[in-house]
């Protein structure tokens, strides 16, 4: 009998981490939440508040990474970047950042939009789903979790699914030469 | 490893096979409870006590008790889910459960009812059973059948535990791709499910082949295949179903892991491949998954129904021909699953002329148990009864069945709460009340005590209103439209009314399984002692002790007659004797006529099949994690295999001595 | 959410009335059968005399044949198979009935099924005609229909009980199927196959017009959308492409073009709204726009962050889009 129960734990511990990644979150958690305000001072009243937003929180969730996936789609981001190899836009599925990395970066990108084509989606798309596409976004390049990132699409075969991609160590480069206009 | 190499060398041979066999006379084994051979016998095939012999046990009466309670157990955890789905169906609009919640629970319960509890129930009955039954000591590959055993443990509770952690399968029992393939299948819910049906398919397999075998060799001398028992033909002919179905949906399930792992495009239209693969190969598999179920049920009426009529079988021919039939017929009627998907008008035919066809067999059976019952003087007790309601509910399923074989009657309700109310009565129909019927008619032999009578007439009537006040209602759901596998449904589709009533007979049945539990329990702590054959039958399990001894016989029945217990000549040989006592000794017989033919040596008690299921378990879960897990993780495995088949210096002693004795 | 016959036992289409006929032959020779079958089970336990354990068992029919007993058996295989025949001629005569609808001057639509909403695409010889509506179809009585049946994403099932049976929508394998209603009405319809969080929720209304009604809707349906005619309503046709509802939705003759969503061109004049999630009203599209996922979860229209004067200026303007 002890086995049985020493095999339910063994299971258990293994699989907490399936908790987190296995969530579906249908109720936006953003609803009444603000994009957090810019902050010139470290001091606030009460308790400190850092982290009004949704950053990082979707970057182990599978189902937000496959929200992303469908979203880079639907908002036609594969018009510029195709499936992440680049086209008008740059490629982001290689380890080539021009505007960073960081899923704040990421997200400054997409809602403030960037010179030379990458319009600005603030507004237009609303704050969890930007979270998303920036979870997904880094996926394609293996920065978000391996285990929660989405397989291979029922389209045709462009490249190798997310889960399946070594994660790249970033580089920065600066906005010119081939990676912005091939 | 000096010390398995060892196990080779004849001078340490026959060291050890002095020191295991002893070297003073050789003790047979012979009729006679108290005789020296019975104690030999008892100290030969006693297991070791504690966790160690818990874990390495290749007795088929323990693994057979483990599958059933293991199944069991499952199946009050799945009704516990659908328990919590009528709650959530009783009003409209309801917010009990979401929708994500729901989804993983009927998953869950169709895939524990069907591939967790079902088959291996009935498995595991048979893996008790039919060595007694057939008048053999141990199942022909007992290690095998442990084995199955722990895959099939780990398998389910690898699933549960993955549905306590909201990672439950979520694409329904059948894991229609796309929704359960590497899109819209969504983190490792499908994965897990994929792994449970490679361990419940091996599982099932490898005991279908060993019960297979047990049934074809092993059978007592003078069992030729006309004097078989019903219940043996029913597992005969469900062996060989599993055998040829099951590979069929471990192959779809390993094409839809590799499109989920290896990115593959098995079921992508866009690269060549076809999602209705999966619904061909998933139901060549899952349409005589129902007989599995069924036709062992079969076994058990003709079984119980002679017993208790106080006579043999009518038309026994008729009724095995009846199964085999069934069985071929089995595997004719895959694609009425799928009229819906588009098919040539020729094949709906064809297919709507098999689903009607096999209603045949089955109408031999009930009319030859009919005729059974009315010529007998009937015994009327709580097996019985179960067997009576039995005919009720399985004969109005089977009703609804051939409507459904109708194509054009099936566009309408395919899918619909009719289906579902469908599937209850035949599974609940064919394969729970006999189930029932077995466990009150069996269970003086599993445990040597009878199952209280009085409680077995309420669970019996409990069950029955229970069982028709749940599922009528849903035939008319269905004809009024209401789909299956909805969370919810709104308030004006005028369905509220019949799913509250669903909804008060699932609390009915729940009372009813628990006055079972509860009579189980009252009856493990102190019920009335049943004697070796409380119910006067006349199969073989019944010539033992109850609960038998670990070597089943003292000495192996010989057979004279379709009714070995009730028809009994009195110059006839009632037994053979002769087999060592002191080594697992066995008994194999020729396939038709049984006659003695070789000798034969079982399987000691090993922990490497444990071992090896949990490393088939961890290959399987690390290929999920990353995929070259496929491949490192085949090394424990077939470490595991290698030291199971590698012969400790006893066996080996004790193979050579057997060979030298006559 | 707005009622609707669903009942294959009430049908209102040629093929729906085939089946129905079909099932009034079913039903009473099963529930024959059924009767029989109990009867004779009954009659058996009534006249067998009671035994107990201890009674020995008679075993004689080991040797002597029942030759009584075989030939009841027998009558029975015998009747059950000659009305298994019957029933197999009569589903074979009611399917090729169903397949011989007549279908001179068919009207042609193109269903496709998303999770978990329907679009269709009324088809013409001239492209100008061609106009897509979402959830709901209407149809003239009398006039056979081939809906051509085409799976976006996973498999659904097309079902209007009181129309036809269920044909799936299977990604890669687009098929059709047609029907003829006979009588107005609205049929209510739904997805059949399993597909998702809100296979629920994914109901298609059928709405058999006279022919009149069906050529006035139709002309109205592929006009495009009507011009804002207040000020509040052209406040909302301006945040509606400002904000993230053009993102995914189309309202044709303005700058919303997305192909995601439904087609909102004629939203006010549907019945109901995600699908047969919420009936059509002023309140409840206000109550949907804010957070749809309070009514169906999982659904993939986000919650919105939108102020109050916002929305009642987006939902007005959706109220003018007749």
């Not at chain 2, 039995?390 to 051939?402: A, E, K, Q, R, W």
């Not at chain 3, 056979?144 to 269920?166: E, M, N, Q, R, Y």
């Given at each position: ?182 | ?30 009729p006679g409870w108290g005789?020296?051979?019975a ?20 007795d088929h009466k323990r693994t057979g008790k483990r599958f059933v309670f293991t199944s069991f157990v499952?199946f009050c955890?799945?009704g ?33 009812m069907?591939?967790?509890f079902a088959v291996p129930v009935m498995q595991g009955m048979a893996v008790y059973l039919i060595p007694l039954m057939v008048g053999t000591r141990n199942t ?71 019960l297979?075998?047990v049934i074809?060799?092993m059978r007592a001398p003078g069992m030729s295949l006309r004097r078989m028992p019903v219940f043996a033909w029913s597992i005969l002919v469900t062996s ?50 129902v007989y599995f179920i069924f036709i062992p049920a079969l076994g058990f009426i003709s079984t119980i129904i002679p017993t208790f009529a106080r006579r043999p079988l009518f038309g026994h021919t008729a009724v095995v021909l009846s199964m085999i039939a069934t069985g ?30 096999i209603a045949i067999p089955t109408a031999v059976q009930i009319f030859c148990w009919i005729a059974t019952l009315w010529s007998g003087r009937i015994n009327l007790r709580a097996p019985i009864l179960f067997v009576l309601g039995f005919f009720f509910i399985l004969v109005l399923g089977g009703m609804t069945g ?22 209850h009565y035949v599974l609940l129909g064919g394969a729970v009340f006999p189930l029932f019927a077995a466990f009150y008619y069996w269970f003086p032999k599993f445990t040597g005590r009878l199952l209280d009578e009085r409680l077995g007439r309420w669970q019996f009537w409990t069950f029955f209103v229970g069982f028709n006040v749940t599922f009528f ?32 007979g699932?609390?009915i049945i729940a009372v009813s399984v628990l006055l079972f539990v509860v009579n189980v329990i009252r009856t493990r702590a102190g019920g009335e002692a049943a004697g070796d054959d409380p119910w006067g039958a006349a199969t073989l399990e019944w010539a033992t002790h109850s609960p038998p001894p670990a070597f089943n016989f003292v000495a192996l029945p010989v057979v004279a007659s379709r009714e070995p217990l009730w028809a009994r000549e009195a110059d006839e040989p009632t037994h ?18 049984a ?68 | ?30 529930t024959i059968v059924f009767v029989a079958v109990l009867v004779a089970v009954f009659v058996a336990l009534r006249r067998a005399p009671r035994a107990t354990r201890e009674t020995a068992p008679d075993v004689s029919s080991l040797s002597q044949p029942e030759p009584a007993l075989a030939r009841a058996v027998w009558a029975g295989v015998i009747v059950c ?242």
């Amino acid at each position: 009998m002890n086995v049985r129960a020493a095999c339910c734990v063994v299971a258990a511990i293994v699989s907490l981490a399936a908790c987190q990644r296995e969530k579906r979150d249908f109720e936006a958690p953003t609803k009444a939440v603000t994009p957090p305000p810019v902050r010139l001072s470290e001091i606030q009243p009460g308790a400190i508040s850092t982290k009004t937003s949704l950053e990082g929180k979707y970057e182990d969730n599978a189902f937000a990474l496959s929200e992303g996936k469908r979203l880079f789609g639907w908002y036609n981001c594969t018009g510029c970047h195709a499936h992440g190899g680049g086209d008008k836009g740059p490629a982001l599925m290689d380890r080539v950042w021009i505007y960073g990395s960081e899923p704040a970066q990421i997200y400054a990108t997409i809602v403030e939009g960037r010179p030379n084509g990458m319009p600005s989606f603030g507004g237009h798309i609303p704050d969890n789903e930007v979270w998303e596409l920036v979870a997904y976004v880094r996926s394609l390049s293996g920065l978000a979790s391996g285990m929660a990132s989405p397989n291979r699409s029922d389209t045709m075969h462009v490249k190798a699914p997310e889960s399946n991609v070594e994660a790249q160590q970033p580089v920065t480069a600066a906005p010119s030469g081939a990676s912005e206009r091939p | 490893m000096s010390r398995l190499l060892a196990a080779l060398d004849p001078r340490e041979l026959r060291k050890a096979a002095r020191a295991s066999v002893g070297r003073g006379e050789a003790i047979y084994d012979g009729p006679g409870w108290g005789s020296p051979a019975a104690s030999a016998l008892d100290r030969t095939w006693r297991e070791k006590p504690g966790v160690r012999g818990w874990l390495e046990t290749v007795d088929h009466k323990r693994t057979g008790k483990r599958f059933v309670f293991t199944s069991f157990v499952f199946f009050c955890a799945a009704g516990i889910l659908a328990a919590i789905m009528r709650s959530q169906l009783a009003f409209p609009d309801s917010h009990l459960v979401g929708p994500d919640l729901y989804d993983q629970m009927f998953t869950m319960h169709g895939t524990t009812m069907m591939f967790i509890f079902a088959v291996p129930v009935m498995q595991g009955m048979a893996v008790y059973l039919i060595p007694l039954m057939v008048g053999t000591r141990n199942t022909a590959f007992p290690r095998m059948t442990a084995c199955a055993f722990w895959l099939y443990l780990l398998g389910s509770l690898s699933l549960w535990v993955g549905f306590a952690l909201n990672t439950g399968a979520d694409a329904g029992w059948f894991a229609y791709v796309p929704l359960a393939g590497p899109e819209y299948g969504i983190g490792k819910r499908s994965d897990l499910w994929n792994n449970l049906i490679n361990l419940t398919e091996a599982m099932g397999l490898m005991v279908a082949v060993d019960l297979a075998t047990v049934i074809l060799k092993m059978r007592a001398p003078g069992m030729s295949l006309r004097r078989m028992p019903v219940f043996a033909w029913s597992i005969l002919v469900t062996s060989v179903m599993i055998i040829f179905a099951m590979p069929s949906v471990m192959l779809a399930a390993n094409l839809a892991q590799f499109d989920r792992t290896f990115a593959t495009h098995f079921f992508n239209p866009a690269e060549g491949g076809d999602v209705l693969i999966w619904q061909h190969l998933f139901w060549f598999f899952g349409h005589p998954e129902v007989y599995f179920i069924f036709i062992p049920a079969l076994g058990f009426i003709s079984t119980i129904i002679p017993t208790f009529a106080r006579r043999p079988l009518f038309g026994h021919t008729a009724v095995v021909l009846s199964m085999i039939a069934t069985g071929f017929l089995a595997f004719g009627l895959w694609v009425h699953h799928m009229f819906a998907t588009n098919l040539p008008e020729l094949g709906k035919g064809f297919f709507t002329a098999m689903s009607m066809m096999i209603a045949i067999p089955t109408a031999v059976q009930i009319f030859c148990w009919i005729a059974t019952l009315w010529s007998g003087r009937i015994n009327l007790r709580a097996p019985i009864l179960f067997v009576l309601g039995f005919f009720f509910i399985l004969v109005l399923g089977g009703m609804t069945g051939i409507m459904i074989g109708a194509v054009p009657f099936d566009l309408q309700v395919h899918d619909s709460y009719f289906i579902v109310a469908h599937l209850h009565y035949v599974l609940l129909g064919g394969a729970v009340f006999p189930l029932f019927a077995a466990f009150y008619y069996w269970f003086p032999k599993f445990t040597g005590r009878l199952l209280d009578e009085r409680l077995g007439r309420w669970q019996f009537w409990t069950f029955f209103v229970g069982f028709n006040v749940t599922f009528f209602p849903m035939h008319l759901l269905g004809l009024a439209g209401m789909p299956r596998r909805i969370y919810t449904y709104a308030a004006d589709t005028g369905w509220g009314t019949l799913n509250l009533v669903a909804t008060i007979g699932a609390a009915i049945i729940a009372v009813s399984v628990l006055l079972f539990v509860v009579n189980v329990i009252r009856t493990r702590a102190g019920g009335e002692a049943a004697g070796d054959d409380p119910w006067g039958a006349a199969t073989l399990e019944w010539a033992t002790h109850s609960p038998p001894p670990a070597f089943n016989f003292v000495a192996l029945p010989v057979v004279a007659s379709r009714e070995p217990l009730w028809a009994r000549e009195a110059d006839e040989p009632t037994h053979v004797s002769g087999l060592s006592a002191q080594v697992r000794e066995g008994l194999v017989t020729t396939v038709l006529d049984a006659l003695p033919d070789v000798r034969y040596a079982y399987p000691s008690p090993s922990i490497w099949p444990a071992v090896a299921a949990v490393t088939v378990v961890v290959w399987l879960f690390w290929s999920n994690v990353t995929p070259s897990g496929m491949w490192y993780g085949l090394i424990p495995p077939a470490i595991a295999f290698i030291l199971w088949y590698w012969p400790t210096r006893r066996e080996t002693a004790e193979q050579l001595l057997l060979q030298r004795r006559p | 959410m707005t009622g609707g016959l669903h009942d294959v036992e009430a049908p209102a289409g040629a093929q729906a009335q085939a089946i129905a006929q079909l099932w009034h032959v079913l039903l009473p020779v099963c529930t024959i059968v059924f009767v029989a079958v109990l009867v004779a089970v009954f009659v058996a336990l009534r006249r067998a005399p009671r035994a107990t354990r201890e009674t020995a068992p008679d075993v004689s029919s080991l040797s002597q044949p029942e030759p009584a007993l075989a030939r009841a058996v027998w009558a029975g295989v015998i009747v059950c198979a000659v009305l298994l025949l019957g029933l197999l001629a009569a589903s074979v005569f009611t399917d090729r009935a169903l397949a011989r609808l007549p279908l001179e001057d068919a009207l042609h639509i193109r269903l496709t099924g998303y999770q978990w909403w329907w679009e269709a695409q009324y088809d013409d010889p001239a492209p100008s005609r061609i106009f897509t509506t979402a959830n709901e179809l209407h149809v003239p009585v009398g006039r056979p229909v081939i809906v051509t049946l085409v799976g976006a994403d996973v498999i659904h099932s097309f079902w209007v009980p009181s129309l036809h049976g269920k044909k799936d929508l299977i990604p890669g394998r687009p098929q059709t199927i047609s029907f003829r209603a006979d009588r107005p009405g609205v049929y209510r319809g739904t997805c059949a196959e399993y597909c998702g969080y809100q296979h629920a929720h994914m109901v298609l209304y059928v709405i058999a017009d006279t022919p009149n009604d069906f050529a006035y809707w139709a002309a109205r349906q592929r006009a495009p959308a009507a011009k804002p005619a207040s000020a509040l309503a052209q406040q909302g046709a301006e945040l509606f492409l400002q904000k993230s509802c053009a993102m995914c939705h189309a309202i044709d003759g303005t700058g919303a073009q997305g192909r995601n969503a439904p087609n909102l061109t004629h939203v006010a004049s549907r019945m109901t709204i995600g699908a047969g999630t919420l009936a059509n009203s002023v309140t409840n599209r206000a109550a949907w726009i804010l957070d749809p996922q309070q009514f169906k979860p999982g659904a993939n229209m986000p919650s919105q962050n939108m102020a109050p004067d916002e929305l009642a200026a987006i939902n007005a303007y959706l109220g003018t889009l007749q």
